[in-house]
């Protein structure tokens, strides 16, 4: 029997070039999904020729039990992949309260219980991998996505802690830090404004999913297995 990683945010652009590339390794996986279950749906399409076993589970992360969906239907497990996430434009004195608290529970609070709740079953293997999607914002912050920020930096400080406390399990925790890359969420941006972003950024261009699924490929060998608490930054070289 393969191994199974869960992948939350599996209908987005990331978290669909990361299922993809795990899924090619032979890698069974469970897909978490919110609202596009087109998009899951595509993606399943497009696994059905690895042969794994690949299971969608449809969950709310912006409610605050979204989390008890998810790990209610997960079984065996070897690696946790956050890629779940959402992001708010604007001045941190124009953020409703609501849109904070939601953002949180995306990026923040149910990822840590979803985490918590698992992990006994990497301790008891005494192998296994958390990874989280972060962001360069979470290393530099930026303005008019104060909020952003402080999600992805809290993600940040979660990895650096959880990895001292089970490293004598057997369980490795790393986050990756995307730069821009070319996914829905640059949809907000105009052609002028992705035109000024890439002329900022040393290689001259976004980055793609499949760059960023590269590096969770990479967290998960065997040759990256004396790495954990680290930040792995894909991004061009931008702000560093």
């Not at 590339?21 to 399409?45: C, M, P, Q, V």
């Not at 020729?49 to 039990?65: C, K, M, R, S, V």
């Not at 730069?179 to 261009?205: C, H, N």
Request: net charge negative.
């Amino acid at each position: 029997m393969g191994k199974y990683v869960l992948v939350t945010g599996a209908s987005g652009g990331i978290g669909q070039a990361v299922a993809l590339k795990l899924a090619s390794l032979g890698f069974n996986l469970y897909l978490h999904f919110n609202r596009n279950e087109t998009s899951i749906k595509d993606l399943l399409n497009q696994l059905e020729p690895f042969g794994g076993d690949y299971t969608p589970i449809q969950a709310n992360l912006e409610e605050p039990d979204g989390y008890k969906k998810i790990c209610s239907q997960i079984f065996s497990l070897d690696a946790i992949v956050h890629c779940s996430g959402n992001t708010h434009y604007g001045l941190l004195v124009d953020v409703k309260q609501e849109d904070i608290e939601s953002l949180m529970r995306v990026h923040v609070m149910n990822p840590l219980m979803i985490t918590k709740e698992l992990l006994p079953k990497l301790i008891q293997k005494r192998s296994g991998n958390v990874i989280l999607i972060s962001s360069i914002w979470g290393q530099t912050g930026a303005a008019c996505e104060v909020v952003y920020s402080t999600a992805k930096g809290a993600q940040i400080s979660f990895v650096k802690a959880l990895s001292k406390e089970v490293a004598l399990n057997g369980v490795r925790v790393n986050a990756i830090a995307p730069g821009a890359v070319e996914t829905p969420m640059m949809s907000q941006f105009s052609e002028e404004d992705k035109q000024l972003i890439e002329y900022e950024i040393p290689m001259g261009r976004l980055g793609v999913p499949e760059e960023i699924a590269n590096g969770v490929k990479f967290l998960l060998s065997d040759e990256s297995s004396y790495i954990t608490g680290q930040v792995l930054s894909i991004n061009g070289g931008w702000y560093t």
